[in-house]
């Protein structure tokens, strides 16, 4: 079973930046995508950054494309997800993800946004953008 603790969130100005990590622990040899999600108060769940295991490719929503990076440290074990230019509507709480190399068999080799396919999650992160 894989876990995710993600930290970084805090309460940042417009404009501002963050850096969001996710340690994953236990058995993560069968990872095939990691992604970043993120749920505002009374919105559904979002996914906003992902990266593929296997080449590290990723994939980026359109509301974020340019403002966000994720990325993957191996010797650490950790991914990453550097927030620039924040704008109050990037408030939300930060979730990690992952899918399995099972689930994502059914994906043709692309890289879902859907939360359903990612069955490992951690507890989440807030990030407030506030002046």
């Known amino acids: 079973q894989v876990q995710f603790v993600e930290s970084g969130g805090n309460l940042v100005k417009p404009g501002g930046s963050l850096r969001l990590s996710c340690a994953p622990s236990?058995?993560?040899?069968?990872?095939?995508?990691i992604g970043w999600f993120r749920q505002a108060p009374g919105k559904e769940r979002e996914g906003v950054a992902f990266?593929?295991?296997?080449?590290?490719?990723?994939l980026y929503s359109d509301s974020v494309k340019g403002r966000f990076t994720i990325s993957r440290d191996n010797a650490k074990n950790t991914v990453y997800l550097e927030i620039n230019s924040l704008m109050p509507e990037d408030t939300a709480t930060y979730y990690c993800a992952a899918a399995g190399l099972r689930v994502a068999s059914t994906w043709y080799g692309r890289i879902s946004v859907d939360p359903d396919q990612y069955g490992y999650w951690g507890q989440g992160t807030q990030v407030t953008v506030s002046s």
């Open positions: 990266i593929r295991t296997n080449d590290d490719s990723t």
């Open positions: 236990g058995f993560t040899m069968d990872l095939y995508a």
